[in-house]
């Protein structure tokens, strides 16, 4: 049998190099090669065989497969089945990252203790024990009768798997597992891939819904390799201030449901709650209309959601003005403020411009360039909006109000909530009259400074 060979992996980019050097080849990281054990060309046959849970490969023809619709199991959880898509599929690996303490640990007991009637595996390589069932207590948990393993050897979590053949199973969390079959340390990019793989190989094969806890790095994404978001089926972001009360689940790929769903919790003692009416938290009614503040709809997956954004326009007495933004992305706010001199007649070069999300909602839809403009606009003349007004639409270089998708739904959803008028893009005007709601649609964006 041929020896394993050994190469050198760096761990920013997994480059693989047969010699050790202080620099990287290919992305130029110093002091980033480490040692990777690759196996023999047998061994690596066997290894990954089956990897999507299919034992003997063939050629088929689309039309002989039978789609059928995916069984789901609800997690008893409203929101999170929300973002899931409606529930557990199974043979479906779930990865949820955020930062510390913001509840992932706390979610995913949360879950298995309210799946009674499923067999179930909490494999935890950070804590102990004890700490799980401290945790479980302090929650009032029904979790006596939970499956709990402590263990970081992927070889043998598989193994203790294979005995149990529990049907949910969590991994918390995929950077202190490890694989016997490489020397690198925990955490590394060849260990956070390879035994991603082997947990996924294993879910396939037997049918376990599988959940697998990432950390994030200090920009916010997944520590380790871009390959582990491809191999999984949902990568779920919990997002939001782990000081605060609320906080939000994000689902930016999801292969059994909609991308960018969106779930509410609130963070409480007795652990993480769902809230069924977000608008009704993020929407902050003052008793008096004041300046700078616009209610806006946004739609996050497959409901509207409205939010309140708030802008701050003052002198400013720096050699250049600050365009900062909280929730939104703040190189489209430079681009509307051209926009808005250009074709508005309006300058505020000598202005800093401060807009924030209320709520700690970030929006990434283009449907909150008019909401934008609107805030600004009355901060910066002092004119409180309508207290009843709602907004949406894309703003244009040419000073268009281009039409966002779902406009009738967010008008109805708007007309719920009790307000009576909205300043919406042309294309967005709906057909039939909405009972209660005043609506104004614009084509360019002169209309809109004309009614304000």
């Not at 002091?31 to 690759?38: C, I, Y």
């Not at 430079?334 to 309006?346: E, I, K, N, Q």
């Not at 449907?367 to 244009?396: I, K, N, Q, T, W």
Request: with cysteine; aromatic share 4%.
């Amino acid at each position: 049998m041929a020896k394993p060979r050994t190469q050198y992996q760096c761990t920013a980019c997994g480059a693989l190099s047969p010699k050790w050097s202080g620099q990287c080849p290919d992305c130029g990281a110093w002091n980033a090669m480490e040692t990777a054990v690759s196996a023999p060309a047998a061994a690596v046959g066997s290894r990954f065989a089956g990897y999507a849970g299919i034992a003997a490969p063939q050629v088929r023809r689309l039309g002989e497969v039978t789609g059928g619709g995916q069984a789901r199991t609800s997690t008893g959880i409203s929101e999170l089945d929300r973002v899931l898509g409606g529930g557990l599929v199974q043979g479906s690996v779930v990865l949820i990252g955020g930062d510390p303490g913001i509840g992932k640990s706390t979610l995913l007991l949360q879950t298995l203790a309210t799946l009674p009637d499923l067999r179930s595996l909490y494999v935890t390589g950070e804590e102990s024990p004890e700490q799980v069932s401290l945790r479980g207590h302090r929650l009032g948990l029904p979790c006596d009768d939970l499956r709990l393993l402590t263990e970081t050897c992927v070889e043998r979590i598989t193994t203790h798997a294979q005995q149990e053949r529990p049907q949910v199973m969590v991994v918390d969390s995929i950077q202190t597992i490890y694989s016997e079959q490489l020397q690198s340390a925990p955490g590394s990019v060849a260990q956070v891939r390879e035994s991603a793989a082997v947990l996924v190989r294993y879910a396939k094969q037997t049918g376990t819904a599988l959940f697998i806890v990432g950390h994030v790095t200090k920009e916010g994404q997944i520590a380790g390799p871009r390959v582990l978001e491809h191999m999984v089926d949902t990568v779920l972001y919990f997002e939001g201030d782990p000081g605060g009360r609320y906080r939000v689940l994000r689902a930016v790929k999801n292969r059994f449901g909609a991308v960018n769903e969106l779930g509410v919790f609130a963070m409480l003692e007795t652990g993480l709650k769902p809230v069924t009416n977000p608008s009704a938290i993020f929407l902050s009614r003052h008793e008096a209309p004041v300046s700078g503040s616009v209610i806006m709809v946004t739609r996050e997956g497959t409901r509207p959601l409205m939010v309140e954004v708030q802008a701050l326009v003052a002198e400013s007495h720096a050699p250049q003005p600050r365009r900062i933004t909280v929730g939104l992305e703040q190189n489209r706010l430079t681009m509307l403020l051209a926009v808005l001199h250009r074709h508005g007649g309006l300058a505020l070069y000598d202005q800093d411009v401060f807009v924030n999300v209320v709520g700690g909602v970030r929006v990434t839809e283009t449907a909150a360039d008019l909401p934008m403009l609107l805030a600004a606009l009355s901060s910066f003349r002092d004119r409180p909006l309508p207290h009843e007004l709602v907004s949406f639409g894309e703003v244009g270089l040419a000073g268009e109000i281009r039409p966002v998708p779902n406009g009738e739904e967010r008008l109805r959803e708007a007309a719920k909530h009790g307000f009576t008028r909205a300043i919406v893009p042309m294309g967005n005007a709906p057909r039939k009259p909405i009972d209660g709601m005043e609506v104004m649609s614009a084509k360019r964006l002169g209309d809109v400074l004309d009614w304000i």
